[in-house]
């Protein structure tokens, strides 16, 4: 939602929201990272071990996430989210 108009806030006030911004930037990096390494982990593990009754286990109780193998490569995918990762 946009909302168009003006703020006044101090100078000190807005250079907390800038590093807000930078820290909250590093931190949605840092979890794409993470999920990515889960997901090459994931994969690792099913060379090593049949792990497709687990997968199929965790993807009836998640709510909010599946995991999908796919020729040896694990992937995780957000349900009901649009911004894929």
Do not use: P, W
Not at 4 to 13: E, P, Q
Not at 38 to 48: A, E, G, P
Request: charged share 35%; aromatic share 8%.
């Amino acid at each position: 939602m946009k909302i168009d108009g003006t703020v006044t806030i101090s100078l000190d006030t807005y250079q907390k929201l800038i590093d807000h911004s930078k820290d909250t930037d590093k931190l949605k990096d840092n979890t794409k990272r993470a999920a990515k390494e889960m997901s090459v982990f994931l994969s690792f593990l099913c060379t090593r071990s049949d792990i497709k009754n687990y997968v199929d286990e965790f993807n009836r109780q998640s709510t909010t996430a599946s995991i999908e193998i796919k020729e040896g490569r694990a992937t995780i995918t957000f349900k009901n989210d649009k911004n894929k990762i």
